[in-house]
């Protein structure tokens, strides 16, 4: 079993800044992909940004210039640093992982419980 703990959520003016947190623990052999996504009231659960193995990270069209994720593999933890968020921003954001818990394991994804961000004046 893998754990996601997110951390940092929490009241935000626009145009300020925040950091998320997520860090994973368990059984973990490799992740291959930390990623953040984000569920607004009464609207389906989205993408915010990726980060991929090897480097390469995603990031949805509303969010990019302003939410840049980053990625610890050493301690098995991602970040989503939140500048210039905006009241549309509000939500909660869940963090997710795809992890194999064992060499040559099928990756299994695993989510986070989630923490509210709100982008208030």
């Known amino acids: 079993q893998v754990q996601l703990v997110e951390s940092g959520g929490g009241l935000v003016q626009p145009g300020g800044s925040l950091r998320l947190s997520c860090a994973a623990s368990?059984?973990?052999?490799?992740?291959?992909?930390m990623a953040w996504y984000r569920q607004a009231s009464g609207k389906q659960r989205e993408l915010v940004a990726q980060?991929?193995?090897?480097?390469?990270?995603n990031y949805a069209d509303s969010v990019k210039g302003r939410f840049t994720i980053s990625r610890d593999n050493a301690k098995n933890t991602v970040y989503l640093q939140m500048n210039d968020p905006k009241p549309e921003d509000t939500a909660v954001y869940y963090c997710?992982?795809?992890?194999?818990?064992?060499?040559?394991?099928?990756?299994?994804?695993?989510w986070g419980q989630g923490t509210q961000v709100t982008v208030s004046s």
């Open positions: 997710n992982a795809e992890v194999a818990s064992v060499r040559g394991g099928v990756p299994y994804a695993y």
């Open positions: 368990g059984s973990i052999f490799s992740i291959f992909v």
């Open positions: 980060s991929i193995s090897g480097g390469s990270t």
